[in-house]
């Protein structure tokens, strides 16, 4: 089944306590971002990349690093996290490059919960 | 300052009645935009999108409508159906390969 898997699924942690998300997709897409929700502020773009060793920063990247050493994976590192990054976090992939208009398939989320 | 508005944090349709949407935009350099239904506990999923080049573009029971003098577009789902119950999202792109979301509407269809 073609898909985009995150886990954890649900973290509660600590500030400061390094933390590190895990993005996959089978779909073989070149191109992978993150985004976090919050109320009030709908999706927000992280991180993205448009292939392999080739990350750029969104809308709202102070606090995240990624890396993309496969095509598959995405993860999301935050190496101090602390209470803003308390989020609802969603990883997603398309096809190509990402370019305007290209459908993005989203995973489940990852809800965290600083504390 | 928020690009990407959707004004209405909340709508509620009676079945078989037409759902309408709203999205306004700030940023005259998009030119592509796409609406995403989520449901609770999970990822947003791909809706319809249209082009800038385009003012309308249909899918079955949902059509974008893009009106770029007004910097506005709206989805309408007719007929709405309780399934459609969810959050939308609409989105914009300046092509580039980043994405500026906007907050969400939750649709409520009634039976």
């Known amino acids: 089944e073609a898909q985009v898997t995150q886990n954890p699924r649900y973290l509660i942690t600590v500030t400061g306590k390094k933390l590190t998300v895990t993005c996959s997709q089978n779909?073989?897409?070149?191109?992978m971002s993150w985004y976090r929700q919050d109320p009030g502020l709908g999706l927000r773009q992280i991180y993205y990349?448009?292939?392999?060793?080739?990350?750029d920063k969104g809308d709202v990247p102070e606090g995240y690093k990624v890396s993309r050493k496969e095509k598959r994976n995405f993860p999301l590192i935050l190496e101090s996290p602390s209470p803003n990054q308390t989020s609802l976090y969603f990883c997603?992939?398309?096809?190509?490059?990402?370019?305007?208009?290209?459908?993005?398939?989203f995973g489940p989320g990852t809800r965290l919960l600083v504390l | 300052d928020q690009q990407v508005k959707q004004n209405s944090p909340s709508l509620s349709v009676q079945e078989g009645r037409i759902s309408i949407l709203n999205c306004d935009y700030t940023n005259s350099m998009f030119d592509y935009f796409l609406w995403y239904k989520k449901y609770p506990a999970e990822g947003p999923t791909f809706l319809i999108s249209i082009s800038s080049i385009k003012d309308k573009n249909e899918d079955g029971r949902f059509t974008v409508f893009l009106n770029k003098s007004a910097k506005h577009l709206s989805l309408h789902i007719v007929p709405s159906q309780p399934g459609d119950s969810a959050v939308y999202f609409c989105a914009a792109s300046e092509g580039t390969y980043k994405y500026i979301f906007g907050t969400g509407t939750r649709l409520k269809v009634l039976a």
């Open positions: 779909m073989n897409h070149e191109y």
């Open positions: 990349s448009m292939n392999v060793e080739v990350t």
């Open positions: 997603a992939s398309s096809l190509n490059s990402g370019g305007p208009g290209e459908t993005q398939y």
